[in-house]
């Protein structure tokens, strides 16, 4: 008898999984915003001031990440500072190369003047954490190889001040830049400096409800079905949203006094659902005397900087993401 697989999960039009253990990531949401998971072939050839290459960093594992560079200016001797990038999904979904990362990060590699490292993260359910925390430390440590020159990458090496490297991630991106920045507090990284870290709308929850997730509204690109679900999926077996690497503010994770972390700059969406677990992050950060800025977006939701749609056409969200990319930039420029 031929077993027919059965849906086990579904996680609002991003993905579904079946009892035979596969999971389709097939988009069944609304076909206008589907070009936004669409990815975009690297080139090498400067469109719009930007290259991008993507290149594999272990062969073993077969990591990936995509490389953006902008473009040289020949007057300018002047080293670029590196942006380590994860992207956000829950852990679950979305990769370096998808057009509504491909939009914002060209954007940022430009004004930011810095080459963006984004990485291909390994995704669960398939590959549940610290899967994806390993990888951006795996990443992390490949920069270490490149600047202590026992490995090589033209773009990297011609052009990156290793002195300047920043980690940066949105949502569940965001929880592997405190992860990595706590990891990489522990080892020698030189010659390479880590310079900082700036968590953007990162998903830090807690196993109980906050005010917010009760009051907030929810937006397409967070809804408390994907925090749940996405979560459940993308946790070690067992655990629950008290979990270090989703709640590094509760009492199951290492104490903040005890890690030695760059400087953080934590962004925070006025309107996310996941604000005031953010907030928390934020309070227990300065009471354990870690240098952490914030930055808050007015009146914007989660992640709001990656939907295309509404930069193009809402002048509020245009306006807050010239703000965001602005702050950033001033934190780079001062560490």
């Known amino acids: 008898m031929v077993h027919q697989i059965k849906l086990v999960d579904e996680v609002s039009?991003?993905?579904?999984?079946?009892?035979?253990?596969?999971v389709d990531r097939t988009w069944t949401g609304p076909p206008q915003v589907k070009f936004m998971a669409d990815p975009v072939p690297a080139h090498q050839d400067f469109i719009d001031g930007i290259a991008t290459r993507d290149v594999t960093i272990h062969e073993n594992s077969g990591l990936r990440v995509r490389i953006y560079l902008p473009e040289p200016n020949p007057e300018d001797f002047h080293k670029l500072p590196v942006i380590l990038h994860f992207h956000g999904g829950?852990?679950?979904?979305?990769?370096?190369?998808?057009?509504?990362?491909?939009?914002?990060?060209?954007?940022?590699?430009?004004?930011?003047?810095?080459?963006?490292?984004?990485?291909?993260?390994?995704?669960?359910?398939?590959?549940?954490?610290?899967?994806?925390?390993?990888?951006?430390?795996?990443?992390?440590?490949?920069?270490?190889?490149?600047?202590?020159?026992?490995?090589?990458?033209?773009?990297?090496?011609?052009?990156?001040?290793?002195?300047?490297v920043f980690l940066i991630g949105d949502s569940s991106g965001g929880n592997i830049v405190h992860e990595v920045a706590a990891r990489a507090g522990q080892v020698d990284l030189s010659p390479l400096r880590l310079a900082g870290g700036i968590p953007v709308h990162p998903g830090f929850v807690r196993s109980t409800r906050s005010k917010s997730e009760m009051?907030?509204?929810?937006?397409?690109?967070?809804?408390?079905?994907?925090?749940?679900?996405?979560?459940?999926l993308a946790l070690p077996i067992g655990c629950n949203?008290?979990?270090?690497?989703?709640?590094?503010?509760?009492?199951?994770?290492?104490?903040?006094?005890?890690?030695?972390?760059p400087p953080v700059l934590l962004?925070?969406?006025?309107?996310?659902?996941?604000?005031?677990?953010?907030?928390e992050y934020y309070e227990a950060m300065k009471k354990a005397n870690k240098d952490v800025e914030l930055l808050i977006s007015r009146g914007m939701g989660h992640s709001f900087y990656l939907n295309k749609l509404a930069l193009d056409m809402d002048y509020h969200t245009a306006e807050q993401t010239t703000a965001l990319i602005e702050g950033i930039k001033d934190f780079i420029h001062k560490h």
């Open 90 to 164: 829950g852990f679950c979904i979305s990769q370096a190369d998808w057009f509504m990362y491909y939009h914002i990060y060209t954007r940022f590699a430009k004004s930011l003047h810095a080459i963006c490292v984004s990485v291909y993260l390994r995704p669960a359910p398939e590959h549940r954490l610290p899967a994806a925390c390993d990888d951006g430390f795996s990443a992390l440590l490949w920069l270490r190889s490149l600047a202590q020159g026992r490995s090589s990458e033209p773009w990297l090496n011609d052009y990156a001040d290793f002195n300047r």
């Open 13 to 22: 039009g991003w993905l579904r999984r079946y009892d035979d253990g596969s």
């Open 267 to 279: 962004c925070v969406a006025e309107m996310d659902l996941i604000k005031d677990t953010e907030m």
């Open 241 to 261: 949203k008290d979990h270090p690497i989703t709640c590094p503010m509760g009492a199951a994770a290492p104490s903040l006094d005890s890690l030695n972390l």
């Open 215 to 232: 009051e907030q509204p929810e937006s397409p690109f967070l809804t408390l079905d994907m925090v749940d679900k996405f979560l459940g």
